[in-house]
């Protein structure tokens, strides 16, 4: 191999980069339905159907809310992407 081959490289990721507030949103809302989740999977045996159903509707809305954020930002870098490659 040569020396270039065998060289680490940087990451050119995006992970230190600021995130899109709408991502940023996204990851919240799943973190509170995991959380939500958890609590109902550890305390679930101590709960009434009605409660751990109750749970669940509100991890599912939450899940539901991030994936509309997300598709949204799917949309803006889309339409971004489609901006610039007509400039080109």
């Known amino acids: 191999m040569t020396k270039a081959a065998t060289s680490s490289r940087k990451s050119k990721g995006r992970g230190d980069q600021k995130r899109d507030p709408l991502v940023q949103s996204a990851v919240k809302l799943i973190d509170k339905a995991a959380s939500l989740l958890k609590e109902g999977v550890i305390t679930g ?14 991890a599912s809305s939450l899940v539901n809310k991030a994936s509309a954020q997300l598709q949204e930002a799917i949309a803006e870098g889309a339409t971004a992407l489609r901006k610039g490659l ?3």
């Open 86 to 88: 007509k400039k080109l």
């Open 45 to 58: 045996a101590d709960k009434t159907a009605g409660a751990r159903h109750a749970m669940k509707l509100k």
